[in-house]
């Protein structure tokens, strides 16, 4: 019987779910005559020491990162272990005094737990670390595994940085993660894929539905807008399905089947997720395996990458067992448990539900984080709204009979170099206040390639 496959060509014209969660490094200025690795890694290191300094966070962990690569990348030539782990040790030392656990949101968004992750210093455990953790994880143990759980030095690497460095990060993302567990496994044993992939929003997101990497992937599952609309999430200027964690999760769990019906193997799946298709492809061929770790040890794939696989391992680990690993169980506020789905018309004003159920409007985005704008979409006749499950029933009974709203036209507008909100207001004839206030802007800050929503005139 054949597979319905969803064709190579058309995953690699897309942007990938998780693509990689910060730009390219940029070449770091150094002396061009450093003659070996060691001192060009060297020179690139005490530049991200000068971006620190002048507040460049970003282009500091971009040279922390390169710094770590020349040395990672020389191979049997290069510098020797020694080297290696002064240089780790170095960045661990100012992961844990200033980059620890620090998020940096923008336009209210909070930035994606992987874009931390991946810039993780990773220790050098002994074999003696290997071993045991080996003894932990391996056969007849407490733990019982629905996909392989490969052990070794880089897995060990990033549980220990989880323990320390990332231990905020990582507490928090397991206080998150309580309310969504369980429905995120139940999606994916409805596909047929191990249930344990339901903990990879840990290393996404931090299981947080809104946060956007670097890259403007989005959700709990880190979506790109073009796969998610692949595997059938709207994203358009009224709804972002990506911030709906549990249609999310199903998509995740449709393309996560689709990439181990491609390559029937769940790690080089994974790096598809993270780096995406056609690069993890044209590493296999280039090393003729379809050896996730073979490959994480060339050129081929990106750092981000190599370091996915073992990362969520790592973090798999500690998830399935807490406590044993130095974490708590049972905190964090839950977001959208306690709560009730019930049947609007559409598109109706949030503002006119809140009013029908005494709700403040606030609480009913809160529970409704893929509505972008004030009301429900205007494509559809009836919308599944969340509401708190403590709503009086005869109050809810009302809310058929809400009828429904004449929303405003809207144009949309794809930023092009030199635009700036004065200009674009002129043009479309409204106020730059209105273009903030359509795109949740708190700044008159955008970019090229940016795709505001308009507001008509008024």
């Given at each position: 019987?054949?597979?319905?496959?969803?064709?190579?060509?058309?995953?690699?014209?897309?942007?990938?779910?998780?693509?990689?969660?910060?730009p390219?490094?940029?070449?770091?200025?150094?002396?061009?005559?450093?003659?070996?690795?060691?001192?060009?890694?060297?020179?690139?290191?005490?530049?991200?020491?000068?971006?620190?300094?002048?507040?460049?966070?970003?282009?500091?962990?971009?040279?922390?990162d390169?710094?770590?690569?020349?040395?990672?990348?020389?191979?049997?030539?290069?510098?020797?272990?020694?080297?290696?782990?002064?240089?780790?040790?170095?960045?661990?030392?100012?992961?844990?005094?200033?980059?620890?656990?620090?998020?940096?949101?923008?336009?209210?968004?909070?930035?994606a737990?992987?874009?931390?992750?991946?810039?993780?210093?990773?220790?050098?455990?002994?074999?003696?670390?290997?071993?045991?953790?080996?003894?932990?994880?391996?056969?007849?143990?407490?733990?019982?595994?629905?996909?392989?759980?490969?052990?070794?030095?880089?897995v060990?690497?990033?549980?220990?940085?989880?323990?320390?460095?990332?231990?905020?990060?990582?507490q928090?993302?397991?206080?998150?993660?309580?309310?969504?567990?369980?429905?995120?496994?139940?999606?994916?044993?409805?596909?047929?894929?191990?249930?344990?992939?339901?903990?990879?929003?840990?290393?996404?997101?931090?299981?947080?539905?809104?946060?956007?990497?670097?890259?403007?992937?989005?959700?709990?599952?880190?979506?790109?807008?073009?796969?998610?609309?692949?595997?059938?999430?709207?994203?358009?200027?009224?709804?972002?399905?990506?911030?709906?964690?549990?249609?999310?999760?199903?998509?995740a769990?449709?393309?996560?089947?689709?990439?181990?019906?491609?390559?029937?193997?769940?790690?080089?799946?994974?790096?598809?997720?993270?780096?995406?298709?056609?690069?993890?492809?044209?590493?296999?061929?280039?090393?003729?395996?379809?050896?996730?770790?073979?490959?994480?040890?060339?050129?081929?794939?990106?750092?981000?990458?190599?370091?996915?696989?073992?990362?969520?391992?790592?973090?798999?680990?500690?998830?399935?067992?807490?406590?044993?690993?130095?974490?708590?169980?049972?905190?964090?506020?839950?977001?959208?448990?306690?709560?009730?789905?019930?049947?609007?018309?559409?598109?109706v004003?949030?503002?006119?539900?809140?009013?029908?159920?005494?709700?403040?409007?606030?609480?009913?985005?809160?529970?409704?984080?893929?509505?972008?704008?004030?009301?429900?979409?205007?494509?559809?006749?009836?919308?599944?709204?969340?509401?708190?499950?403590?709503?009086?029933?005869?109050?809810?009974?009302?809310?058929?009979?809400?009828?429904p709203?004449?929303?405003?036209?809207?144009?949309?507008?794809?930023?092009?170099?030199g635009?700036?909100?004065?200009?674009i207001?002129?043009?479309?004839?409204?106020?730059?206040?209105?273009?903030?206030?359509?795109?949740?802007?708190?700044?008159?800050?955008?970019?090229?390639?940016?795709?505001?929503?308009?507001?008509?005139?008024?």
């Amino acid at each position: 019987m054949s597979k319905a496959r969803i064709p190579l060509l058309l995953l690699a014209a897309a942007a990938v779910a998780c693509a990689p969660s910060r730009p390219a490094p940029r070449t770091a200025p150094g002396p061009a005559t450093a003659a070996g690795p060691a001192a060009r890694a060297e020179a690139i290191f005490q530049t991200g020491k000068a971006r620190l300094e002048k507040g460049d966070m970003a282009g500091a962990k971009a040279c922390f990162d390169q710094s770590l690569d020349v040395l990672l990348d020389a191979g049997a030539d290069g510098p020797g272990r020694a080297e290696v782990g002064d240089l780790v040790r170095k960045i661990s030392a100012i992961e844990l005094n200033t980059l620890k656990d620090r998020n940096s949101p923008e336009n209210g968004e909070h930035e994606a737990f992987l874009d931390q992750v991946i810039a993780t210093p990773l220790f050098l455990p002994s074999e003696k670390d290997v071993q045991d953790l080996q003894q932990k994880v391996g056969e007849g143990a407490a733990v019982a595994y629905s996909l392989p759980v490969i052990v070794n030095p880089q897995v060990v690497s990033f549980l220990k940085a989880f323990q320390t460095i990332r231990h905020d990060g990582i507490q928090r993302a397991l206080d998150r993660m309580g309310e969504f567990i369980g429905p995120f496994q139940e999606i994916f044993r409805r596909h047929g894929i191990p249930e344990d992939l339901a903990y990879l929003p840990i290393i996404e997101s931090g299981f947080r539905v809104d946060a956007t990497s670097r890259a403007r992937a989005r959700g709990a599952w880190q979506f790109m807008s073009s796969t998610a609309r692949l595997f059938g999430l709207r994203v358009d200027w009224q709804v972002d399905e990506r911030l709906d964690p549990f249609k999310a999760a199903d998509a995740a769990a449709r393309f996560l089947k689709h990439l181990y019906e491609e390559y029937g193997d769940w790690y080089i799946a994974l790096a598809c997720y993270n780096g995406g298709p056609r690069r993890v492809e044209k590493a296999m061929r280039a090393l003729q395996t379809a050896d996730f770790f073979t490959i994480n040890q060339s050129r081929h794939i990106r750092r981000e990458t190599k370091n996915y696989v073992p990362a969520f391992l790592a973090s798999l680990i500690i998830a399935r067992s807490p406590q044993e690993y130095g974490f708590a169980v049972g905190g964090g506020e839950p977001l959208l448990a306690g709560s009730r789905t019930v049947v609007v018309p559409s598109p109706v004003y949030l503002a006119a539900v809140a009013g029908r159920l005494q709700l403040p409007v606030a609480e009913l985005k809160r529970l409704n984080p893929e509505l972008l704008r004030d009301f429900t979409p205007s494509f559809v006749s009836e919308y599944a709204l969340r509401v708190p499950a403590t709503v009086d029933d005869a109050a809810l009974a009302g809310l058929e009979r809400i009828p429904p709203a004449k929303i405003p036209k809207f144009n949309s507008h794809r930023v092009r170099p030199g635009d700036t909100l004065s200009t674009i207001a002129r043009r479309y004839g409204t106020s730059v206040r209105r273009i903030q206030e359509a795109n949740r802007l708190r700044s008159t800050l955008i970019r090229p390639g940016m795709t505001l929503v308009i507001p008509g005139r008024g």
